[in-house]
Each structure stands twice: as structure tokens, then as C-alpha cells.
């Protein structure tokens, strides 16, 4: 007995002493990493060369690059300072990270293969939202990005237009009962947090454009998916934190100390994906049970779409289950709140611009007649149901029943008429250049790489780099691509960049006819700009052409409105952070 405890203390003790050389090795190699990243690689960096400003040894430039609240004085303070090309700190002295508000040094870094979202961003976005496109790089996300390609051609948006114009009216009739009657108007307007309405709208958008889902968010937030999606979010807006971050170094933190955001997620993420299961295979059942070839399905939402394309012969085109699942995810998130957030931001920008909101209303007032007389002018109309479309901007007619999306000539009638409202086009440009839903983004540099530059970069050893040369970048290194600064650049849209000019959009000078939307950053441009554009512009015509007609906008008395920076932009009140995202506005009904 004694012999077989002893020879037990001995395996015990060798065992320890096993541990304790693990750990002395991965302390000894964590801190020859350490020593290496502070001490020995930073002289080497080729961006230490580059003007920009400078900090102390353990603090950074996120505020003044990331806070909407000091980034663009921050971005017009450095480039008078230091050029359209410098670098900046990002984890202390060390981290030498490039900026750049040249158009050349941008195009090469969003359209190389060589740059890269960096893993911990892929990694933050697929726990949300699984392996979507958003998360994805290289092969694998030119694969994805030509299988989900069919579901948001011109064609398949303009489908959809009934389904964006049907939600509109629904938020529209949630409305009225809640402000005043017009005769009150003028003394009782109804303070409405646009943000949080438009976003259950928007929500029931996504869900029959998308899958052919019905939330019923706008009239009751009960349904059992919407609640689990807008938990995770909510966890999402909050950001990574310590915790989070060091979890994507260290997996195993999540599962040793779960807290409640975790737990949140992890349930939400539960209840989407038992949901999407389900949804998935009564969609392939119903188009199966449907037609018996692939092409001769009826395109309808976007997961019908999806899975007519998974019928093809060839295994490239194919998603797996989750796979269309992750994809619907990612869709959902995008397709919802970032375009909820633009017609939010639009309605307060509305609202401070009094003399535009009218100038806009009346445009679209100014349709009724011409829409109403197309219409019934047509030799259709005997054949399908009415669209809806002449009622739909009359602040005065009874409300019609939702238009049947699956119409075609509805769907015809519903986005030639929004085509025929150019100031409404400016207008929605015009926000999306000045409110983009996301502030920045970032790119890694997966090698070494020279980035060609057409503006001169005054290097601190003095010397220039002058236009059509190159500067150097290492392997590793993080650029940093401010989309919400290249949007107020006055290199692009002159000196009142900042300022909502929507005749910008319907100037014939040289510069407006240049500044199309492919040199607004919202949508970013390249392999991975958002594939959803279109859907989002179309979504947005459709909203503020529906809620303007009927409803006033101005300002909440009293309230001051901020942005933050989490996943997207978001508003909120100042002095109120605890209360989250909100735009609260004063609605009145319009009174013609």
C-alpha cells in the first residue's frame, strides 16, 4: 500500500513539474512576444516613418479616430497637419496603424486580396451572427458573394417594393392614433422614438423580403425570434469590453465564466437557430412541392432565391443548411437596423431642415395626380388588383388594404413612381453621405505590400514620397478606413461637405456629376462592398415617401441628439446614455 501511494506522489509530482514547465514555457515565450512587439519590431515598422501624431506608451488614438463626437474635427485637424496619408496609435506607442483619405491608397487597400478584416472582427461577427458573408474572406467569400448575388439584382428589389411600401403604411396607421388631431397640432405634438419604431418596421421588412416571415413587430414585440434577435443586438451594441476581447484570444474564458451577456446571447442564438431550421426546411418542402425543375420556381423573398439556386446541379452552387441560415442572419442584421438608422436619420435631419422637409413633400404630394392617372390609364388594371400606390401619398384618403407583394404590376407601378421623385433620390443620398450607419472600418495586411499613393506624404526623415510612388507596409499591419471622413472629405464635395446639401445631387457642375454614389463610402466599393445597397436605398425611397404625406417632423424639445459608435452608428439623447439607442421627434399630423 505504502509502495503504491508513493509511486501515485510520484506521477503527481511529475505531473507538477510537467505544469510548471508548460507554463514557464508559455510565460517565457509570451514574453519574448511581448518583448518583440514593444522593444524589437517598432524601429522596423515601415509606418514609424510616416508623419501623424504621437502618444504615450500605453495610450491610444480610438477616441479621435472611433467617437463621432470628436472624429471629424479630429480627421480635419490631422490631414491639414500631416497630409491625406499618415499613421496613428492604436494599442499604445507600439501599434503603428495607417489612415488615409487618398483615394488611390483607398481603392488599393479595399479591392487587394492582400487586405484582409482582421480575425478578431471575423470572429466578433460570426458569434453573432454565424459564418455570413460579412465574415468571410478570400475564395470563400467570392464564392458567397456570387451564390447571394441573384437575391439583390434591380430586378428582385423591385419585386420587393410592395413589401417595403405595405410596412411603411402599417408603421404609418401605428402613428396616427398616437399624435394629436390636426386641429391640436399646433399645441400637443407627440414626442415618438422614430428610432425604435422605424427599427420594428424595418424588422418586419427584412422578414418577408427575406424569408417570407411575418414578425409583426410593428403591432405587438412578442414574437418569440424578433425578441431573441433584439436581445443579441442589444448585447452587440454594448461592445466587446475586457472580457470580450480577451475571450477571443482565450475561447475558454466564455466557458469557465459565462455572465449574463453571454448567456443572453447564447440563448437568443438558440431560439434563431431552431427557428431558422425549421424555416429553411418548410421552404425547400414548399418549392420542391411547387414546381419539379429549379427554373421554373417563382422568385418571391430572398431565402426562396437562395435555395432556387442551391438546386443546381453544380456542387460550387450550392449552400449548405447553415450555411442559408448564417447568410439569412447576417441579412437580417444588416438589412434591418442599418436601414433603419438611415430613414431615422433622415426624418431628424427632416426635422431640423424645415424648409427641405417641405420642398420634399411637396414633390411627392405632386405624384398623386400623375400616379392616379397612370393607373387608370393603364390597359392592366382590369386585369390585377389595384396597387395602392395613388393612395399611398394622399395625407387624406382612407387607407387602403396592404397590396398583394406578389403582384407584379404593383410592384411596377410602386418603384417607377419612387424613380420619378429626384429630390427624394437627393435626399436619401444625400443622408446617406452625411449619417453613413457605419463610421469605419479596418483592414490587415495578410504580407508585406507597397500601397501607390496620389498625394504627397511628407515622411519625418524628410523626405517625400511623391504622387504615383509607393509607401511600405509590413505583413500585420492594421489600416484603418474612415468612412464617415471620407464622406465629409472637401477633396470629394467641396467646402460645405459637412453641410445637408441635397442639391448637390442635382447640380450639372462637374463635381456633382462625379460624386455619385460610388464615391460615397457608406456602402464601402470593392469585392466587399454591401451587396444589399440597392434594397436599402429602394427600402428608404419607400418609407419617406410614405410617412412624409401624412406627418409633420420637427425636433423634440429639449433633446439633443448624439451618435455612439457600437456594430453601427447609433443615436441617442444626451445626458441619457443608460436609456440606449433613441431619436425621440415631435410628430404632428400634416395639415396641407
Given at each position: ?7 501515485l ?7 507538477l513539474?510537467?505544469i510548471v ?6 510565460l ?13 519590431m ?5 509606418l ?6 504621437d502618444?504615450?506608451a500605453?495610450?491610444?488614438?480610438f ?7 470628436v ?9 491639414g ?11 499604445g ?15 488599393h487597400?479595399?479591392?487587394?486580396p492582400?487586405?484582409?478584416k ?6 466578433l ?7 455570413g458573408?460579412?465574415a ?22 423591385k ?7 405595405q410596412?411603411?403604411e402599417?408603421?404609418?396607421?401605428k ?14 405634438p ?9 427599427s420594428?418596421?424595418?424588422f ?12 409583426h413587430?410593428?403591432?405587438?414585440e412578442?414574437?418569440?425570434v ?5 436581445r443579441?443586438?442589444?448585447?452587440a451594441?454594448k ?5 470580450g476581447l ?9 466557458t469557465i465564466?459565462?455572465d449574463?451577456d ?7 442564438l438558440?431560439v434563431i437557430?431552431?427557428a431558422?431550421?425549421?424555416l429553411?426546411?418548410?421552404?425547400k ?5 411547387e414546381?419539379s425543375s ?9 431565402l ?6 442551391n438546386?443546381?446541379?453544380d456542387?460550387s ?9 448564417d447568410?439569412l442572419?447576417?441579412?437580417?442584421f ?11 436619420y ?10 427641405i ?11 398623386n ?5 397612370s393607373?387608370?390609364s393603364s390597359p392592366?388594371e382590369?386585369?390585377v ?5 395613388a ?21 411596377q ?14 435626399v ?5 453621405r452625411?449619417?453613413?450607419?457605419v ?6 495586411a495578410t ?7 496620389s498625394?504627397?506624404?511628407h ?8 504622387k504615383?510612388?509607393?509607401?511600405r507596409i ?9 468612412i464617415?471622413?471620407l ?17 448637390r445631387?442635382?447640380?450639372?457642375s ?7 454614389l ?29 410617412l412624409?404625406?401624412?406627418?409633420e417632423?420637427r425636433?423634440?424639445e429639449?433633446?439633443t441628439?448624439?451618435k455612439f ?7 441617442y439623447?444626451?445626458?441619457k446614455w ?8 415631435d ?6
Amino acid at each position: 500500500m505504502s509502495a503504491l501511494l508513493n509511486a501515485l506522489l510520484d506521477v503527481l509530482v511529475m505531473a507538477l513539474k510537467a505544469i510548471v514547465v508548460v507554463a514557464l514555457l508559455l510565460l517565457a515565450r509570451g514574453a519574448i512576444w511581448l518583448f518583440n512587439m514593444l522593444v524589437v519590431m517598432p524601429p522596423f515598422d515601415p509606418l514609424r516613418k510616416l508623419p501623424g501624431p504621437d502618444t504615450g506608451a500605453l495610450q491610444n488614438h480610438f477616441r479621435e479616430v472611433m467617437d463621432p463626437a470628436v472624429s471629424p474635427e479630429t480627421h480635419e485637424e490631422w490631414v491639414g497637419r500631416y497630409g491625406k496619408t499618415f499613421r496613428f496609435h492604436g494599442f499604445g506607442k507600439h501599434d503603428y496603424r495607417l489612415m488615409s483619405f487618398d483615394q488611390r491608397v483607398i481603392s488599393h487597400v479595399l479591392n487587394s486580396p492582400i487586405y484582409e478584416k482582421p480575425w478578431q472582427t471575423r470572429l466578433l461577427l460570426s458569434r453573432l451572427l454565424g459564418r455570413g458573408i460579412f465574415a468571410m474572406e478570400g475564395e470563400e467569400h467570392r464564392i458567397r458573394r456570387k451564390l447571394i448575388g441573384p437575391a439583390f439584382t434591380t430586378q428582385s428589389i423591385k419585386a420587393m417594393t410592395p413589401v417595403f411600401f405595405q410596412k411603411a403604411e402599417e408603421l404609418r396607421d401605428k402613428w396616427t392614433p398616437m399624435i394629436s388631431t390636426p386641429s391640436q397640432a399646433s399645441s400637443c405634438p407627440a414626442s415618438i422614438d422614430i428610432s425604435h419604431w422605424i427599427s420594428r418596421a424595418t424588422f418586419d421588412v427584412i422578414g418577408l423580403a427575406g424569408f417570407d416571415y411575418h414578425f409583426h413587430s410593428v403591432h405587438d414585440e412578442s414574437e418569440p425570434v424578433y425578441l431573441a434577435y433584439r436581445r443579441m443586438f442589444n448585447v452587440a451594441d454594448k461592445g466587446p469590453g475586457l472580457k470580450g476581447l480577451l475571450s477571443l484570444f482565450f475561447p475558454i474564458i466564455e466557458t469557465i465564466f459565462p455572465d449574463a451577456d453571454i448567456r443572453t446571447r447564447d440563448e437568443s442564438l438558440r431560439v434563431i437557430h431552431a427557428a431558422g431550421k425549421t424555416l429553411v426546411a418548410n421552404k425547400k418542402a414548399e418549392i420542391l412541392a411547387e414546381k419539379s425543375s429549379a427554373q421554373d420556381i417563382e422568385d418571391k423573398d430572398i431565402l426562396s432565391l437562395l435555395i432556387k439556386q442551391n438546386l443546381s446541379e453544380d456542387p460550387s452552387k450550392r449552400l449548405s443548411d447553415s450555411d442559408l441560415l448564417d447568410q439569412l442572419s447576417t441579412f437580417l442584421f444588416a438589412g434591418s437596423d442599418s436601414t433603419a438608422l438611415t430613414i431615422s436619420y433622415c426624418l431628424n435631419i427632416l426635422a431640423e431642415n424645415p424648409e427641405i422637409q417641405t420642398r420634399l413633400r411637396d414633390e411627392i404630394l405632386s405624384l398623386n395626380i400623375n400616379s392616379t392617372a397612370s393607373v387608370q390609364s393603364s390597359p392592366k388594371e382590369s386585369e390585377v388588383p389595384d396597387s395602392g400606390f395613388a393612395e399611398t401619398f394622399s395625407p387624406i384618403a382612407p387607407v387602403p388594404p396592404p397590396p398583394p407583394p406578389s403582384t407584379s404590376y404593383s410592384a411596377q407601378a410602386h418603384s417607377e413612381a419612387l424613380d420619378t421623385l429626384p429630390y427624394l433620390d437627393a435626399v436619401v443620398r444625400e443622408t446617406l453621405r452625411i449619417c453613413p450607419t457605419v463610421h469605419g472600418t479596418i483592414r490587415m495586411a495578410t504580407q508585406d505590400d507597397e500601397i501607390p499613393i496620389s498625394h504627397p506624404v511628407h515622411m519625418r526623415d524628410g523626405r517625400i514620397v511623391g504622387k504615383g510612388e509607393t509607401i511600405r507596409i509590413r505583413k500585420g499591419s492594421y489600416i484603418h478606413v474612415p468612412i464617415e471622413g471620407l464622406n465629409y472629405s472637401e477633396e470629394i464635395w467641396g467646402k460645405d461637405a459637412r453641410t445637408f446639401n441635397p442639391d448637390r445631387w442635382l447640380s450639372s457642375s462637374p463635381r456633382a456629376l462625379n460624386a455619385g454614389l460610388a464615391n460615397v463610402m457608406t456602402f464601402s466599393f470593392g469585392p466587399h462592398s454591401c451587396p444589399g445597397w440597392k434594397f436599402s436605398v429602394m427600402e428608404t425611397k419607400a418609407f419617406i415617401a410614405s410617412l412624409l404625406p401624412h406627418f409633420e417632423f420637427r425636433p423634440a424639445e429639449g433633446v439633443t441628439i448624439k451618435k455612439f459608435n457600437a456594430i453601427l452608428t447609433r443615436p441617442y439623447v444626451m445626458d441619457k446614455w443608460e436609456e440606449g439607442t433613441k431619436l425621440p421627434l415631435d410628430v404632428r399630423p400634416y395639415v396641407a
